[in-house]
Nanobody, 124 residues
Framework: QRNLVESGGGLVQPGGSLRLSCIAF????????IGWFRQAPGKEREEVSC?????????MYGDSVKGRFIISKDNAKNTVYLQMNSLKPEDTGVYYC????????????????WGPGTQVTVSS
């Protein structure tokens, strides 16, 4: 049984926007960090963003998405969002959300629970 499920992916033109959702099941977000990673065909999994929902709720962004993507959460819906703006073809890939304890890191190995992923394709 999945603890996390992503949604919101799709096909969008360059310059467009998408909002991804990561819904948590069976646990509350209060004591976990939720990260977004992506993987394009033939490439390594890449860090995108992370939100520490414990403490001050600090955020992290990968260099390639800084200034374009925004991570946020809705505690009432037990959901973390990734708002993606000014999308580029190189943003194409499968986007995954993942859970780890407390604070963010960029090491995928630190994340113990992963969603199945949602496909994002940026193309004209």
């Amino acid at each position: 049984q999945r603890n996390l499920v992503e949604s919101g992916g799709g096909l969008v033109q360059p310059g467009g926007s998408l909002r991804l959702s990561c819904i948590a099941f069976g646990f509350t977000l209060d004591s976990y960090a939720i990260g977004w990673f992506r993987q394009a065909p033939g490439k390594e999994r890449e860090e995108v963003s992370c939100l520490s929902t414990y403490g001050d709720g600090s955020t992290m962004y990968g260099d390639s998405v800084k200034g374009r993507f925004i991570i946020s959460k809705d505690n009432a819906k037990n959901t973390v969002y990734l708002q993606m703006n000014s999308l580029k073809p190189e943003d194409t890939g499968v986007y995954y959300c993942a859970r780890k304890g407390f604070v963010c890191t960029w090491n995928p190995g630190d994340f113990g629970s992963w969603g199945p992923g949602t496909q994002v394709t940026v193309s004209s």
